[in-house]
């Protein structure tokens, strides 16, 4: 939604860079976890998920690490593209359990 | 497929005024919720619910109410609107548990 970008952590990159966003998370028994991407105005889009059993996972351009020892989630962009501008989330799941638990997001910029 | 649709995409309202907004879902799924997203505060839990006839309170339930009578719809009530339930609001719809969860394009309320 607008001004979602207020307060977040930020990273600036330049247009063809990796980028890596991280996260803690909160619960040592979360068993599944989810990045969103959220463009101005939009809703969340799903970019990937990995359940715990998982240390890495890779999609088209994106890869999420997982170290469940320091309870810390990555997600890595390859050549970062200015439509790659975005807040992204992190959330985290327990498998018997319905919610989401969201992290605060982090406002990744992409200077072309 | 239109997956998850929520009505209106904006709405203000008068302190004390009551208003509902719509959320549908076409993809069968079991699971729904809604979020409101402040910034600074990232997404947070209103209610959800694992099916039709079955709801239950997320982290920020107080002002608002659902029901479930269709696995379609999931609609969120404010019986008496105020200025701190200014919000971006999204429904969710998913499987639930560590499969993925599809978020609406929001409804951006503002109480005056």
């Known amino acids: 939604g607008e001004n979602v970008g207020l307060h977040l952590p930020t990273l600036s990159v330049q247009e063809g860079d990796n980028s890596i966003i991280n996260c803690a998370y909160s619960?040592?028994?979360?068993?599944?976890f989810i990045w969103y991407k959220q463009e101005s105005g939009k809703g969340p889009q799903f970019i990937i998920d990995i359940r715990s059993n998982m240390d890495k996972r890779q999609g088209q351009r994106v890869t999420v690490l997982l170290n469940k020892t320091v309870k810390h989630l990555s997600l890595q962009i390859a050549a970062t593209q200015p439509g790659d501008s975005a807040v992204y989330f992190c959330?985290?799941?327990?498998?018997?359990?319905?919610?989401?638990?969201f992290g605060k997001g982090t406002l990744l910029t992409v200077n072309p | 497929n239109a997956g998850v649709t929520q009505t209106p995409k904006f709405q203000v309202l008068k302190t004390g005024q009551s208003m509902t907004l719509q959320c549908a879902q076409d993809?069968?799924?079991?699971?729904m919720s809604w979020y409101r997203q402040d910034p600074g505060m990232g997404l947070r839990l209103i209610h959800y619910s694992v099916g039709a006839g079955i709801t239950d309170q997320g982290e920020v339930p107080n002002g608002y109410n659902v029901s479930r009578s269709t696995t379609e719809d999931f609609p969120l009530r404010l019986l008496s609107a105020a200025p701190s339930q200014t919000s971006v609001y999204f429904c969710?719809?998913?499987?639930?548990?560590?499969?993925?969860?599809?978020f609406g394009p929001g409804t951006r309320l503002t109480v005056t």
């Open positions: 969710v719809a998913g499987r639930g548990g560590a499969y993925e969860q599809y």
């Open positions: 619960n040592s028994a979360s068993d599944y």
């Open positions: 993809m069968n799924h079991e699971y």
């Open positions: 959330a985290e799941n327990l498998f018997s359990n319905y919610k989401l638990t």
